[in-house]
């Protein structure tokens, strides 16, 4: 089966990144950050090709709350998927250092669930879940929970174009996005910013 993949083109005279960014899933304790899932400089007059898989991760970062000036970068990706590797335990150790534990298959199938143990240090870590090894959405860890994230299956990605970097709150994002359906990334669609600065699909 091929990799999806977005084809980037800068057809103007500004210089900055894409960014590419998910859909946020339901959540049944606390809304997820969605977060910049790639982003690419991309020089005026050329082009880039992003590739990637449909591969669920756990992810946690020590950044805390992440802000604007605080990207999230994980310090842990662990390979999950929706129904045997799908729940995971949140931890620190012995010298107080955030880690995974047990994962198993003991999540709700169709979801990714983290149980954050009574150890960890509230406000301390961003913990989510990643495709490609990046980073989509997150939530700060809090003791004694258990946070369920749903990727929809049928999640849209956006685009857009500035100065953006991986890792980075979504919402920052300027109004000048576009949507990309799910059936069209299958068709490896391109991205172009026009000489206007508007982003479009073909």
């Known amino acids: 089966m091929p990799k999806p993949s977005l084809t980037c083109v800068n057809n103007s005279e500004q210089h900055g990144s894409f960014a590419i960014f998910r859909d946020g899933p339901p959540n049944q304790d606390q809304e997820p950050s969605v977060l910049v899932w790639m982003?690419?400089?991309?020089?005026?007059?050329?082009?880039?090709?992003?590739?990637?898989?449909?591969?669920?991760?756990?992810?946690?970062?020590?950044?805390?709350?992440?802000?604007?000036?605080?990207?999230?970068?994980?310090?842990?990706?662990?390979?999950?998927?929706?129904?045997e590797r799908n729940h995971v335990q949140l931890t620190v150790d012995s010298l107080g250092a955030p880690m995974f534990q047990a994962l198993g298959s003991g999540g709700q199938p169709g979801a990714l669930t983290v149980e954050i143990l009574q150890n960890v240090v509230p406000d301390r870590i961003q913990v989510g879940f990643g495709l490609s090894g990046l980073a989509v959405h997150t939530v700060t860890a809090q003791p004694n929970t258990t946070t369920v994230f749903t990727p929809a299956s049928t999640s849209n990605y956006w685009v857009g174009f500035g100065n953006f970097r991986t890792g980075e709150p979504a919402g920052i994002v300027a109004s000048n996005v576009v949507e990309v359906v799910p059936a069209v990334v299958g068709q490896n669609p391109t991205a172009t910013l026009m000489p206007d600065g508007i982003v479009a699909i073909t």
């Open 39 to 83: 982003a690419y400089p991309v020089a005026p007059g050329s082009e880039v090709t992003l590739t990637w898989l449909e591969d669920y991760s756990f992810v946690w970062s020590e950044s805390g709350t992440v802000t604007p000036d605080a990207s999230f970068v994980a310090r842990q990706v662990l390979p999950a998927d929706l129904n």
